[in-house]
């Protein structure tokens, strides 16, 4: 049996409107959604010179934002189902998140989704280590919609899936050499592991 981790904001959840607003608002920009997905948000983010620090408080605002709109969001239109089937092939399931734990279990509570075993939140940076943690619980799998979240995979030593339905294209995510990609969530049961 496998843990298989999943990141939170684009690959659970629907959030990727909410984080472009956010985006927008913050920095009165006008990026889109798509320009989002094809250039990814560090470009964008170096581009609009946001340093350290006003990155640290785009993130804490983006969770404030998401905690007023968490009834609004939906699940990842098939991702429960797929929740379901691995539960009940016996795997692990696990998140792993940027997110605060408050909004991740609000939005579990609110979409009928409260099928993982944990839950841990991270910095937005800090994906990699908390990975290489969680994997001492056993044979885990990464699971995320950015390139940022198959690098930390990758570099954590676990196999990576990358889903096209979130922040990255599948371009970008290519680019990064995730072990498999999925287009549709139902794909993440196909995949086959050593």
Not at 49 to 58: A, E, Q
Request: hydrophobic letters at 35%.
């Amino acid at each position: 049996m496998k843990i298989y981790c999943f990141d939170f904001d684009g690959t659970i959840a629907d959030t990727v409107p909410l984080i472009t607003k956010t985006l927008n608002s913050m920095f009165k920009g006008e990026v889109s959604e798509e320009r989002i997905k094809e250039e990814g948000l560090k470009k964008i983010i170096r581009e609009m010179k946001i340093s350290p620090i006003k990155l640290f408080f785009l993130v804490r605002k983006a969770r404030t934002e998401m905690n007023k709109e968490i009834k609004k969001m939906k699940p990842i239109e098939g991702m429960k189902e797929v929740l379901e089937e691995l539960e009940k092939r016996g795997h692990t399931l696990g998140i792993l998140t940027s997110n605060s734990k408050r909004n991740v279990v609000d939005f579990l509570k609110e979409s009928d989704l409260p099928l993982f075993d944990f839950i841990v939140t991270s910095s937005i940076l800090g994906k990699e280590k908390k990975i290489r943690k969680t994997k001492r619980r056993g044979d885990l799998v990464y699971i995320g919609d950015e390139t940022r979240d198959v690098e930390a995979g990758r570099g954590a030593g676990v196999y990576t899936i990358a889903v096209t339905w979130g922040l990255n294209s599948e371009k970008q995510l290519l680019s990064v050499n995730p072990d498999m990609i999925a287009r549709k969530p139902e794909e993440i049961l196909d995949f086959k592991f050593n």
